[in-house]
């Protein structure tokens, strides 16, 4: 059976700080890859997808960048945290139907 | 552009009583359309999906049926159960993309 993992659980992070947030997917074998954002109250917001290693597609430019290093592994990162990086950040899979991960709640202060 | 409207941005309601969550969407081409619930603290759980018009999906006493001339697909429940209580996520995928657009969600609380 598939398994996806996020890490942190959670952060809490400085305006200004760097961050990096990770999903590693087992089970599945070269699955599209996805990260999402969702403000406190929100609706989920697509960020980045990725369909093979090595590339990722932009949707949405929040100053944020992504990376998939491994076929199961998918990064988002920043140098810079701003305040308006808080919320919930999400990967998710798709071979045929999408699914998420358990999600990392990010606070920035 | 691709749209997904969810009416009720929240909904109260007390035990065994019926559940109607309206979603409208719009698509410039042919979508498959999804329900997603999200419990506190954890990512959307896929709910059922319907990809051809007068498709019912179904799942945990949930149902909704894909009508493609009144572009809906809207949720319902003969019988809410405390454990219900969770927010519902709308969402579209058009043909051949791998993007999901969500509607706002709603948020359902159930009385015992």
């Known amino acids: 059976a598939q398994t996806i993992h996020q890490w942190p659980v959670a952060e809490i992070k400085a305006v200004g700080s760097p961050l990096s947030l990770g999903c590693t997917i087992k089970?599945?074998?070269?699955?599209?890859l996805y990260w999402y954002w969702q403000a406190t109250g929100g609706t989920l917001q697509q960020l980045f997808y990725?369909?093979?290693?090595?590339?990722v597609e932009s949707v949405v430019q929040l100053n944020l960048s992504a990376s998939r290093p491994k076929d199961d592994q998918f990064i988002l990162s920043t140098e810079k945290l701003l305040l308006s990086h808080s919320g919930f950040y999400l990967c998710a899979w798709r071979i045929y139907e999408q699914y998420f991960g358990p999600g990392t709640r990010l606070t920035v202060l | 552009g691709d749209s997904v409207t969810q009416t009720e941005g929240q909904v109260a309601l007390s035990e065994e009583d019926f559940l109607t969550i309206h979603c409208n969407y719009s698509?410039?081409?042919?979508?498959?359309l999804f329900w997603y619930v999200q419990y506190p603290g954890e990512g959307p759980q896929l709910l059922f999906r319907a990809s051809r018009d007068k498709e019912k999906g179904s799942s945990r006493g949930f149902e909704a049926t894909y009508d493609k001339g009144t572009t809906s697909f809207h949720l319902r429940k003969a019988s809410v159960q405390e454990s219900d209580s969770a927010v519902y996520y709308c969402?579209?995928?058009?043909?051949?993309?791998?993007?999901?657009?969500f509607g706002q969600g709603t948020k359902l609380s159930i009385k015992p």
């Open positions: 990725s369909i093979t290693v090595g590339q």
């Open positions: 089970g599945k074998s070269s699955p599209n």
């Open positions: 969402a579209l995928r058009v043909y051949n993309q791998g993007k999901l657009i």
């Open positions: 698509a410039s081409g042919y979508p498959t």
